[in-house]
Structure formats: C-alpha cells, structure tokens
C-alpha cells in the first residue's frame, strides 16, 4: 500500500523535481545525462524507452512508437523540442540508434507475428519444399518414400503428416526448426540422436516447435530486449530472433538430460523449469544469449 503510494507520488511529482534539480545542476535533460552517461546497449536503450514513455512532452512520449522510416526525423523533432543543439553529433547518433532498437524490436515482433499467423498448407509448394527440406538436412542418408509417411515420426512428429503438428505456431515453427538445422546441421542431427534416447528420450519436431512457442512469447512479452538490444546496434531482424530459438533448442536438449526427468510426461514441469531460467538470464541487462557464444557453426 504504501510502495504503491510512493510509487505514485514518485511518478506523479517527485521526479519531475527531480529531473528539474538535476537539470540545474549539471545544465542537462534526462535524456542527455541518459545518452551521455552509459555505454551502448540494453542500459541505455532501456533508460531511454524508460525516459520517453514518462516524459510529460508529447513529441518525446511518441517517439517510442516511431516507425524506422521516420527515426531521423523524429531524432531532430526531440532535440528541437530538448532545446539541445544539433551539432551535438554525439547525442544524435546515440539517440538514433536506441530509436531504431525501439522500432525494430517492435517491428520484429509483428514480422514473427505474421509468420506464426501462417498455417501450414500443404497445397502451398513452398511450404511443402521447406518440409522436404527439414527431413534431407536431418536424414540425410534416408530418402523419404512418401510424402505422407510414418517415417516423419523419426524425426520427432507425432503422426504420418507433420501439417497437423503446427498447430497455434504455424509456419514459424517450421521455419525455425529448418533455420537450425540448416545453419547448425550437426548440433541438430546430434540433437535428433540424442532425442532417441531409450530413457531420456523426446519427441525431437514436437518440442522443437514447443520451443518456438517459448521464443515467440518472450520476444511478444518483451523479455527479450535486453537481449537485442545488447546485440543489434540497429534493427534487430528475424535472423536474430532465429538465432535465439536456436540457442533455445540447443540449452533445453543439455538442460533435459543434465536433469534426467523420469519420463516424457514430466513435460511440462520440466518445461516451467527450463522456461524460468531463461527468463532469470534474460532479466541481466547485460546479456546476450546466443549459441556462437559457446560454439561456432
Ligand atoms: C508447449 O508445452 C506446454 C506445456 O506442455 C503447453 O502448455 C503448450 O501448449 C505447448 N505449446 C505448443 C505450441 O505445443
């Protein structure tokens, strides 16, 4: 009750005295003293999100929603409006780049978006190609003997046609399950054998495409701008977001046999687990998760 009331006090009055006598002491605004202050990364792209969103001025509490194509723009428009020179080069540059962090994080989110809104049609060639794909780059010594086959349960789907497996992740899970075997071809066949194993083992397609779900929901939560932030000086682009499905799928096969679960229908728990770790990682504003860390391809 009371943390809630300061809350209140601190948002409604407090700061902006704050912000006021800081202004007077050092002869700058908030957003100089944020972009002036801490390196380049999530810090500081965060504390101008942060510093935007509360601002009282409408130009500067817009330009959290600006579009790419307007980023230059709306970086003159905020210094207009700071009063701050434009031959500040330094804070041009830096505040150009926390705007494009801000809109392409959420431009991703739409472009992952449309791509899960997708589903599998198996009229569509090229879905059908990139299925076919997915089976040569995992099997590459077996050929497939029919497109609807039981076979496809060796790699982890549940019946003789993966379509129905998609469900609510639609084409992304696809994409992403293509993506790591195609960029990390022998981490994924490994993975594949692993995922046959008589004790431990688990549905390789199936949880590959639970973990496109897990990816998806931490980038639409917004727990992974620390993350892209830290890693992409600019846009960050659906490659990136690939990329950290892809150190999911990596980190939940060694989570899953550093943890032994007694059998398969532990699942969930172990899911839960796994999902909460990650998120505790993610909460570092200094971290940066990727498979190329640990390994290269
Ligand atoms: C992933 O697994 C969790 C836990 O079993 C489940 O609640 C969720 O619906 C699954 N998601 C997909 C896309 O299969």
């Known amino acids: 009750m009371w943390g809630r009331l300061w809350g209140f006090l601190y948002n409604k009055y407090f700061r902006f005295w704050l912000k006021w ?27 101008v999100e942060h510093s935007l969103e509360s601002s009282k001025n409408k130009v500067l509490r817009n330009a959290v929603h600006v579009e790419e194509a307007e980023v230059e723009k709306c970086v003159r428009d905020v210094m207009k409006e700071k009063r701050i020179e434009q031959r500040d080069t330094g804070f041009k540059a830096n505040l150009h ?10 431009k991703l989110y ?3 978006e449309n791509l899960r809104k997708v589903p599998y049609d198996s009229e569509n060639e090229e879905h059908e190609e990139q299925l076919i794909e997915l089976w040569n780059l995992l099997m590459p010594h077996e050929n497939l003997k029919a497109r609807i086959s039981k076979q496809w349960c060796d790699i982890g789907f549940q019946g003789d046609d993966p379509k129905t497996d998609f469900r609510g992740m639609g084409l992304l899970g696809l994409v992403n399950l293509v993506y790591f075997s195609k960029h990390y071809t022998n981490e994924a066949r490994q993975i594949l054998s692993r995922s046959n194993h008589p004790k431990l083992g688990y549905s390789y397609a199936i949880v590959g495409i639970n973990l496109t779900e897990m990816a998806y929901s931490l980038l639409k939560n917004g727990a992974l701008k620390s993350h892209l932030y830290n890693m992409v000086a600019g846009l960050p682009q659906m490659e990136h977001f690939h990329q950290f499905y892809c150190y999911l799928v990596y980190e939940f096969d060694k989570f899953w046999f550093e943890e032994e679960p007694e059998s398969i229908m532990h699942f969930n728990q172990y899911r839960e687990k796994f999902h909460e770790k990650v998120k505790g990682l993610l909460l570092d504003c200094n971290v940066i998760l990727t498979l190329q860390n640990t390994k290269k391809p």
């Open 110 to 112: 739409l472009n992952v």
């Open 97 to 106: 780049i926390s705007l494009l962090q801000i809109s392409g994080y959420k």
């Open 21 to 47: 006598v800081l202004r007077l002491l050092t002869g700058k605004c908030e957003l100089q003293r944020v972009l002036g202050g801490a390196a380049a990364g999530a810090r500081r792209t965060l504390s």
